[in-house]
């Protein structure tokens, strides 16, 4: 089994659309959490930590159940910029430093 | 601020050859650099922790004689492919963490290298 699993997609919406993607993590220890974006051929960048409380930032609202091992992330009125691969990445402890694990991404179209 | 570059962006090299991959962190020291892989259509996955003096820890299956390592300045960490093959071919991504920032956990990315074998 994954330590991070994603749905692949691809998730194609229209502008304006409201969008969910689901993540569930492997390790009960894992002590943060995280959802980045990769557009295609360049680095992950992060679009925000994710808090046991929920938190918002913009049109973009993250969720986070530990009991579950559930990561969600919500995009309100899509843009066609919102076009990229979304990333749930957790960080855990192991083997004595703090290391990302990457699930495989999730993959956005927005169409006019 | 958080700035980490990466040389070359792309390379292309023959069957058997070496290459060097550098990793740097313009703007803060890193005494903790990693090194991830990404294949087409895959997640990243940590190859290597790399720290500042000494000797990289690398995860399970990642040859560490194939994939050499060096971090021999706070501001700099390199990748070696030895001997690369076409199953070497992928997207090389480094990042560095900033341990002086309040959230000491966070990684900065490099904008990766995309290395092909013929």
């Known amino acids: 089994r994954k330590e991070v699993e994603q749905d692949p997609g691809p998730f194609n919406v229209p502008e304006g659309a409201t969008v969910a993607f689901n993540c569930t993590y492997s390790?009960?220890?894992?002590?943060?959490f995280f959802w980045y974006r990769q557009d295609c051929r360049k680095e992950p960048k992060l679009l925000m930590s994710?808090?046991?409380s929920g938190n918002e930032d913009g049109r973009f609202t993250a969720q986070l159940n530990r009991a579950s091992q559930y990561i969600s992330l919500l995009i309100r009125d899509s843009k066609l910029s919102d076009s990229a691969t979304y990333l749930c990445v957790v960080n855990t402890f192991s083997g004595g430093y703090n290391k990302l694990i990457f699930g495989a991404g999730t993959r956005l179209a927005v169409h006019p | 601020g958080a700035v980490v570059s990466q040389h070359p962006s792309w390379v292309i090299c023959k069957s058997g050859t070496s290459v060097k991959i550098e990793c740097r962190s313009l703007?803060?020291?890193?005494?903790?650099m990693f090194w991830y892989r990404q294949f087409p259509k895959q997640s990243l996955m940590l190859m290597a922790t790399s720290n500042e003096g000494s000797k990289a820890t690398y995860e399970q299956g990642v040859e560490k004689d194939k994939f050499l390592i060096n971090h021999a300045s706070l501001t700099l960490s390199t990748l070696t492919v030895t001997s690369a093959h076409p199953e070497d071919s992928s997207f090389y991504i480094c990042?560095?963490?900033?341990?002086?920032?309040?959230?000491?956990?966070?990684?900065?990315f490099g904008p990766g290298t995309r290395l092909t074998v013929l």
């Open positions: 994710v808090y046991s």
């Open positions: 990042s560095a963490r900033d341990q002086g920032l309040i959230s000491p956990n966070e990684q900065f």
């Open positions: 703007d803060f020291q890193a005494t903790t």
């Open positions: 390790n009960s220890a894992s002590q943060s």
